[in-house]
């Protein structure tokens, strides 16, 4: 069985692996006040052109998302995001765990825009019972979405000025964000995300990583406290060097962005051959995510070999699913695959 099923199923890269070896046995002080989470953090930091900036590491995507959430909330306050936004749809309520309620958005291609932010604030400040309402006080995005789609330039930098207009926190996940800077098609980096944000993060969990994702953040509002936050909504490691010395190989000598584009290349391989062998994407997107739609029949067979997650009904008789390429894909099993997919259409 190959897994094209996330960018998760394997390990770390050999290179982390090889950094977490050498520091083993170092004697170190723990909760991310070690000298390697210090250098990560300054790598990090002229990564994105600001010395100026806050970095903390978290264990996972999900505490780093609600830990944020929480920081920037007061109880009356809630998040606004997609409908299909992660914390909307696979973090089991966690959000709303701390007390906040998600506002979600209808999306276009997984994405939210300036007006849809604006056209709710300005509702809930004409209703005369806006203080019987959750007050929209943040808007979480993902980049890449959770369709592979990207923001682009114009997007982020429209989103970034109705928020500051309203006295709202722009927050952006970026748990596979390496896929989506290292896209063909991608406008931002890293210096326009952290001068649009107020806070952000770049994920190594999905990344090469074994786990962990660095957060980093614009607004000290958000950072007052915000370790107190860390540990209580339980992302805070014991042993914080082993968060740090992942981002140090990640974020040295461009490792971050070449890992990137190895499973953006071999995602838009795969893409092509779906689409040569008669079968459309849901969406269009040039990340490590395919959303192709296939016969039911062509995905049984296909699944007796590879795994892939099913997305969504489009009729009776077609399924789009999600194959996802990684910074481990092989290219070999991308070749099988492809092989496979040629047989099978040809059958159809």
């Known amino acids: ?22 520091t083993n046995m170092e004697q170190t002080v723990g909760y991310g006040e070690d000298g390697h989470c210090a250098n990560a953090a300054a790598l990090i930091r002229r990564a994105c052109g600001n010395e100026k900036l806050a970095v903390h590491f978290l264990v996972g995507g999900t505490q780093t998302n609600m830990t944020v959430i929480a920081a920037g909330l007061r109880p009356h306050q809630g998040v606004v995001c997609a409908q299909t936004g992660h914390i909307n749809c696979h973090e089991t309520g966690a959000v709303e765990s701390t007390g906040h309620k998600v506002l979600a958005l209808p999306h276009t291609d997984g994405k939210i825009n300036a007006a849809q932010v604006a056209a709710l604030c300005k509702e809930h400040r004409n209703d005369a019972s806006f203080e019987h309402t959750v007050q929209p006080k943040m808007v979480y ?5 959770e369709y592979g789609t990207l923001y682009t330039r114009k997007e982020l930098e429209e989103l970034s000025a109705v928020c500051r207009s309203y006295g709202l926190y722009l927050f952006l996940d970026g748990a596979r964000l390496g896929y989506g800077l290292a896209a063909a098609d991608n406008e931002l980096d890293l210096p326009l995300i952290a001068s649009c944000c107020d806070v952000f993060y770049i994920g190594g969990t999905k990344v090469g ?43 040295t000598d461009g490792l971050y962005l070449e890992i990137s584009r190895h499973a953006d290349r071999l995602a838009d391989k795969l893409r092509e051959a779906f689409v040569r062998a008669g ?10 995510q395919i959303f192709p739609v296939m016969p039911d029949a062509v995905l049984k067979e296909l699944s007796r070999d590879y ?8 009729d009776e008789t077609h399924s789009a699913v999600r194959f996802c390429t990684s910074w481990a894909t ?17 059958a159809v």
């Open 330 to 346: 092989k290219e070999e099993n991308v070749d099988r695959l492809i092989a496979d997919l040629t047989r099978l259409a040809q």
């Open 209 to 251: 990583a074994l786990f962990g994702e660095a957060l980093v953040i614009s607004n000290e509002e958000l950072n007052r406290d915000f370790r107190y936050l860390i540990k209580q909504k339980g992302g805070m490691l014991a042993k914080g060097r082993l968060l740090g010395v992942q981002f140090e190989a990640l974020f």
């Open 141 to 145: 995005i993902s980049n890449p979405t």
């Open 1 to 22: 069985m190959i897994l094209f099923q996330c960018d998760y199923n394997e390990g770390a890269h050999p290179k982390v692996m090889e950094k977490l070896m050498e």
């Open 307 to 314: 795994g892939f997650t099913w997305q969504e009904r489009v």
């Open 279 to 288: 079968f459309p994407m849901l969406v269009e997107s040039r990340t490590n």
